[in-house]
């Protein structure tokens, strides 16, 4: 058995989430990516893609970081690899103020600079990206992202999935629903039905997203 944590993903997302992991004081093993030629990401070798899951839990890694940035992709990989026995890790900087009082799933990252308030929940799989501040009983859904520098106010809820683009910010007790997108730099101030794209200042819906398949 090793502690070492293995990552999921060797792109940008990967290479942010490898420093949060070490400045956490763990040790990377190694990238599994949909690309397995050999290569190092900041040092970290790529050992092979999605197949040599199963037998590098048998040959002794428990732990595992989903560092894709799809939302989809990211909440089928983390399922996968927990079906196969791994658990998921959390990579949260050092450099992040979270309340004692908000609750966390598993898988989840928090860059630097974020701020979480008291008893907001971040379920299973969620990116809080650089900068974002997210208030007080907000909840954000499995595998949501909120992207650098998102400003939510207290009891705002994400939808599972959900990607609210750079600097969107949210009035109070809002919700944005599962598989919506919000544009950057949007202001949202009246709640975001699932399924579409809301873009501007105040926020409205261009289009409908087709939801994503049922077994994903
Ligand atoms: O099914 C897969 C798979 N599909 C693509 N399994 C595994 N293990 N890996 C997969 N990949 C790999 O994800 C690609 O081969 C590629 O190496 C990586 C995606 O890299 P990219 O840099 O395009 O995106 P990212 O997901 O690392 O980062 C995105 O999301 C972040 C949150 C970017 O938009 C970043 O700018 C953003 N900060």
């Given at each position: 058995m090793t502690d070492d944590i293995l990552v999921l993903g060797a792109g940008g997302h990967a290479k942010v989430v490898i420093e949060l992991l070490r400045a956490g004081g763990q040790v990377v093993g190694g990238l599994i990516d949909a690309d397995p030629t050999p290569r190092q990401v900041l040092g970290v070798p790529v050992i092979g893609d999605d197949q040599r899951l199963e037998a590098l839990r048998e040959g002794g890694y428990q732990f595992a970081f989903v560092a894709l940035g799809d939302n989809l992709l990211r909440r089928?990989?983390?399922?996968?690899?927990?079906?196969?026995?791994?658990?998921?890790?959390?990579?949260?900087?050092?450099?992040?103020?979270?309340?004692?009082s908000a609750g966390l799933g598993v898988g989840i990252a928090v860059m630097a600079g974020v701020v979480i308030n008291a008893e907001a929940r971040i379920e299973d799989l969620a990116i809080v990206n650089t900068g974002a501040r997210i208030d007080h009983d907000c909840v954000l859904g499995e595998a949501c992202h909120v992207a650098p520098g998102g400003v939510l106010a207290g009891e705002v809820h994400i939808g599972p999935l959900a990607f609210l683009g750079a600097g969107c910010s949210v009035i109070p007790r809002v919700r944005v629903g599962a598989s919506a997108v919000v544009g950057a730099g949007a202001c949202v101030t009246a709640d975001i039905p699932s399924h579409t794209l809301a873009l501007g200042v105040p926020a409205r819906v261009a289009r409908a997203r087709p939801a994503p398949e049922a077994s994903s």
């Amino acid at each position: 058995m090793t502690d070492d944590i293995l990552v999921l993903g060797a792109g940008g997302h990967a290479k942010v989430v490898i420093e949060l992991l070490r400045a956490g004081g763990q040790v990377v093993g190694g990238l599994i990516d949909a690309d397995p030629t050999p290569r190092q990401v900041l040092g970290v070798p790529v050992i092979g893609d999605d197949q040599r899951l199963e037998a590098l839990r048998e040959g002794g890694y428990q732990f595992a970081f989903v560092a894709l940035g799809d939302n989809l992709l990211r909440r089928r990989m983390g399922r996968h690899v927990q079906a196969l026995g791994y658990q998921l890790v959390n990579a949260i900087s050092p450099a992040a103020v979270l309340s004692p009082s908000a609750g966390l799933g598993v898988g989840i990252a928090v860059m630097a600079g974020v701020v979480i308030n008291a008893e907001a929940r971040i379920e299973d799989l969620a990116i809080v990206n650089t900068g974002a501040r997210i208030d007080h009983d907000c909840v954000l859904g499995e595998a949501c992202h909120v992207a650098p520098g998102g400003v939510l106010a207290g009891e705002v809820h994400i939808g599972p999935l959900a990607f609210l683009g750079a600097g969107c910010s949210v009035i109070p007790r809002v919700r944005v629903g599962a598989s919506a997108v919000v544009g950057a730099g949007a202001c949202v101030t009246a709640d975001i039905p699932s399924h579409t794209l809301a873009l501007g200042v105040p926020a409205r819906v261009a289009r409908a997203r087709p939801a994503p398949e049922a077994s994903s």
